[in-house]
């Protein structure tokens, strides 16, 4: 059993009595990221460099204490929160960019730089980091690599593992490790990729090289209004299928334009069914034709306006409307469930369709924003958990609507992660042996299974599967795996 108080001390001892906490109400307010699970832990500590981290593991080895690893909080899927006697390793004061090198377009950047920050960082030499998830404003880069995260300009230019380049890792046993490397291939497998997106389940991120990308020389974004959802839909599909790819395409249903419109400004059109927010970026010819071939798939869906922002202060004002949406959302009710869900485009006005059935049976309010170009969905079911019953219903909603995009060819999540609320989907996905496999990459980095437990996989995935289904000795391979136990 762990020895907490024990634990406790080494730690304060280690990095100072101000950054470990171990009050009720600090557990509690740790006890939970953006999502609507809540769990509980012993200890919250604040590193402040790779050695804090280093003695965090070490501490946490020796009392047998489960670490959690944690960024801003902003996860919605319950990555961050801790289950049991957990040990809460906060990484939002390791925030230094440690190093721009335009000439290499490359960062080199501490787990808690948000992610906004980066981008403003690197804006006055003409570049930006990619990756712009809604939360950008307080979402952490360590965040954002255990998630994989995405954002609406992920479209074109892909999301975090596409410009991450390499990790520093603080492994469970308190060893550093850099997996990846500043040169565009590193030799061997890519380990770099098996960390990214990975939870905090293999260990703690202490330090990123991220890829800068060059500021594009012109940008053009609109705003396009439809009558229908299913024609706002279709549009999506059109776009893409005629060549264009833009750099972002987000679709936003009647119920969140009212609300982000109340809350930002932006002048979006209160009337209509939905809003396409379509952004094409590049050399201003490149732009000019990929703008005409928008304007014409939105008109062969019955458009009502297409309007065009005419400067970077309405662009700005467009996009705070749409990275406003689930915050706005309150406004519709105190408490929302927000899924996650990715579908091919082809299926969006099937799949928005049974949302909104599945929604109206279970008597909830449902409203959509989504990345609608690469089919990453975001259905909002607002409610009020105070009412009994609602609570029950809302999640027998969340499932269905899981189900109904997993049954459409789709995936559990693109880029909010699988934590604990995900986690029991997984079989809708993976077999025994697919889970059992995953198992053993976990087993390999966490022999004895302490980072972030309970996450990911679900009850019962054992390496031990995976190795008999191999035709293996099951035991030899899950040996390091304690009895009874699960990853």
């Known amino acids: 059993m762990a020895d907490v108080d024990a634990a406790r001390r080494e730690l304060e001892e280690a990095l100072g009595t101000t950054e470990v906490l171990s009050d009720p109400l600090a557990l509690t307010l740790y006890a939970r990221d953006a999502a609507m699970v809540e769990g509980g832990c012993a200890l919250v500590a604040f590193p402040h460099t790779v050695e804090d981290v280093v003695a965090c593991m070490q501490v946490a080895a020796r009392h047998a204490l489960p670490v959690v690893p944690r960024g801003s909080g902003t996860g919605l899927a319950g990555g961050a929160t801790p289950i049991g006697d957990a040990l809460v390793v906060v990484t939002s004061k390791m925030d230094r960019i440690l190093e721009v090198r335009p000439e290499d377009r490359l960062a080199w950047v501490e787990p808690g730089v948000l992610n906004l920050d980066l981008a403003n960082a690197v804006a006055p030499l003409g570049f930006t980091y990619a990756p712009d ?8 880069i360590g965040g954002n690599v255990n998630t994989n995260a995405g954002g609406p300009h992920c479209l074109a230019y892909g999301v975090t593992s596409s410009h991450v380049l390499a990790v520093d890792v603080v ?14 291939e590193a030799p061997g497998y890519d380990l770099r990729g098996i960390l990214i997106g990975s939870e905090g389940t293999l260990g703690i991120v202490v330090g990123a090289c991220v890829r800068l990308t060059p500021e594009p020389p012109a940008v053009r974004t609109m705003l396009l209004d439809f009558s229908a959802v299913k024609d706002c839909a279709a549009t999506v599909s059109s776009i893409i299928a005629g060549g264009v790819v833009p750099a972002a395409v987000e679709m936003m249903d009647h119920g969140i334009i009212v609300a982000a419109e109340s809350f ?99 008597d909830i309010i449902v409203t959509n924003v989504f990345h609608a170009g690469d089919g990453n969905l975001h259905p909002l079911l607002s ?31 693109g880029e909010h992660g699988i934590g ?20 053993c990459v976990r087993a390999a980095f966490d022999p004895e299974g302490r980072m972030n437990p309970h996450k990911v996989l679900p009850a019962g995935a054992r390496c031990g599967d995976f190795a008999m289904a191999r035709g293996t000795d099951a035991a030899q391979a899950a040996q390091s795996i304690p009895e009874g136990s699960w990853i």
């Open 133 to 140: 998830p809604s939360s950008q404003q307080t979402c952490s």
């Open 171 to 184: 492994l469970p046993d308190g060893t550093v490790e850099r997996f990846g490397s500043e040169a565009p």
């Open 420 to 439: 604990l609320e995900k986690r029991d989907f997984m079989p809708l996905m993976f077999s025994e042996v697919d889970l059992g496999a995953q198992a």
């Open 383 to 413: 409610f009020d958990r105070r009412i009994p019953g609602t609570l029950e219903r809302v999640l027998s909603a969340s499932e269905q609507i899981v189900r109904l995009c997993v049954n459409n060819g789709g995936s559990l999540s």
């Open 264 to 362: 930002a400004h932006a002048g979006y059109p209160t009337d209509a069914a939905a809003v396409l927010l379509v952004e094409v970026d590049g050399l201003p010819e490149a732009v000019e034709a990929q703008s005409r071939a928008v304007e014409n798939a939105a008109r062969d869906h019955g458009v009502r306006t297409i309007r065009v922002a005419a400067d970077d202060a309405e662009r700005a004002l467009l996009w705070k409307g749409r990275k406003s949406a689930f915050g706005a959302v309150a406004q519709i009710a105190p408490h929302y469930h927000l899924h996650d869900c990715v579908v091919p485009r082809s299926k969006l006005v099937d799949v928005l369709a049974g949302v909104y059935e599945i929604a109206g049976r279970h």
